[in-house]
């Protein structure tokens, strides 16, 4: 997202859970691994509490923002704070602080009654914009080892309308030990023809803790390959090589060309094809491997050579083996 069009004008926050008087084992969290903020993207997050003896959640948020925001090799600062919860609650908030400008990012008619968010803004980043990052949200509970929370995210391109999202992972260990949410080593992605659509990969590193105290610096790498080579294949099943590997710090976006060679990516351009994409994190930065987003949008007002009207795009989680 980010300067190659209106609908990659933004990207991605970070919201992590603290270790912060979560000593004990078994608090449940859940896992957003990428958001997108900007002045024409918001990121809506809604968060379900199901547990009975919490009475607030632990947000930590990891973010790069403004010009770091497109620097892959940048780490991500943290954010840490508490907010209210109740039981049954589901708490939705606009992380860029757009929607919700009166009730601190707190979006659709909460009355906060039984959960009481009085003042406290959940607009986390409206000041850094534009961002990526990734966030946790705990439930500062280990009396019961249960999952008791859930979450989706809505990713919003409103000055276009165009929109994708997902729901968070989840796991009642302490820690925040992530590791094994990586993406499929070796998934196979479809590659839409280059010179009428973008493809770009959003890439979270994860690792065995995920919420460090002040910085993030979890690293891992992703390449494009079949079986172990550089070949991707073209639309008639021909192999070409050329696939590079990137290196990505804590969150970051990977456009397709960065990932092939120039004359690789100018003889796929026209068709596209598929390829294998790989993840693997570096030990030495405490990564394990990477949550990988595969996201695809037109550059025009055609699909497949015929005419459209609008935007439309399309985002697709890489899911664990």
């Keep these: 997202m980010f300067a190659k069009s209106t609908?990659?004008?933004?990207?991605?926050?970070?919201?992590?859970?603290?270790?912060?008087?979560?000593?004990?084992?078994?608090?449940?969290?859940?896992?957003?691994?990428y958001l997108a903020l900007s002045e024409t993207v918001a990121s809506v997050v809604s968060v379900v509490n199901?547990?009975?003896?919490?009475?607030?959640?632990?947000?930590?948020?990891?973010?790069?923002?403004?010009?770091a925001a497109e620097d892959k090799a940048a780490p991500c600062v943290e954010f840490d704070v508490r907010r209210p919860t109740s039981p049954n609650d589901i708490q939705t908030f606009d992380v860029s602080g757009k929607f919700g400008s009166e009730t601190q990012g707190v979006l659709f008619?909460?009355?906060?009654?039984?959960?009481?968010?009085?003042t406290a803004t959940f607009a986390f980043a409206a000041t850094q914009l534009p961002a990526r990052a990734y966030l946790l949200v705990d439930d500062n509970d280990s009396s019961t080892g249960e999952d008791t929370l859930s979450g989706e995210v809505f990713v919003f391109e409103y000055g276009s309308g165009a929109a994708w999202g997902y729901q968070a992972y989840s796991n009642d260990a302490t820690n925040y030990n992530y590791s094994g949410y990586a993406s499929e080593y070796g998934a196979q992605v479809n590659l839409l023809p280059f010179d009428e659509f973008e493809t770009a990969f959003f890439v979270t590193p994860v690792g065995v803790?995920?919420?460090?105290?002040?910085?993030?610096?979890?690293?891992?790498?992703?390449?494009?390959?079949?079986?172990?080579?550089?070949?991707?294949?073209?639309?008639?099943?021909?192999?070409?090589?050329?696939?590079?590997?990137?290196?990505?710090?804590c969150v970051g976006r990977?456009?397709?060309?960065?990932?092939?060679?120039?004359?690789?990516?100018?003889?796929?351009?026209?068709?596209?094809?598929?390829?294998?994409v790989y993840n693997e994190g570096s030990a030495a930065a405490g990564g394990t491997g990477a949550v990988v987003i595969k996201l695809e949008y037109n550059m025009g007002d055609t699909f497949n050579g015929e005419p459209v009207g609008g935007t439309y795009n399309n985002a697709e989680m890489i899911a664990p083996m």
């Design 7 to 33: 609908l990659a004008s933004a990207v991605a926050a970070a919201i992590g859970a603290s270790a912060v008087g979560i000593q004990t084992a078994q608090a449940d969290s859940v896992f957003f691994p």
């Design 50 to 67: 199901t547990g009975q003896a919490a009475n607030e959640l632990h947000y930590r948020l990891y973010y790069k923002s403004k010009a």
């Design 109 to 118: 008619n909460d009355p906060g009654i039984n959960n009481d968010w009085g």
């Design 209 to 249: 803790d995920m919420a460090p105290n002040g910085t993030s610096s979890l690293e891992a790498t992703i390449w494009l390959g079949s079986a172990g080579t550089t070949e991707v294949y073209d639309r008639d099943e021909n192999p070409i090589s050329g696939a590079l590997p990137v290196n990505v710090v």
């Design 254 to 276: 990977v456009d397709v060309e960065d990932l092939l060679s120039p004359i690789t990516y100018d003889t796929l351009e026209p068709t596209g094809g598929w390829a294998q």
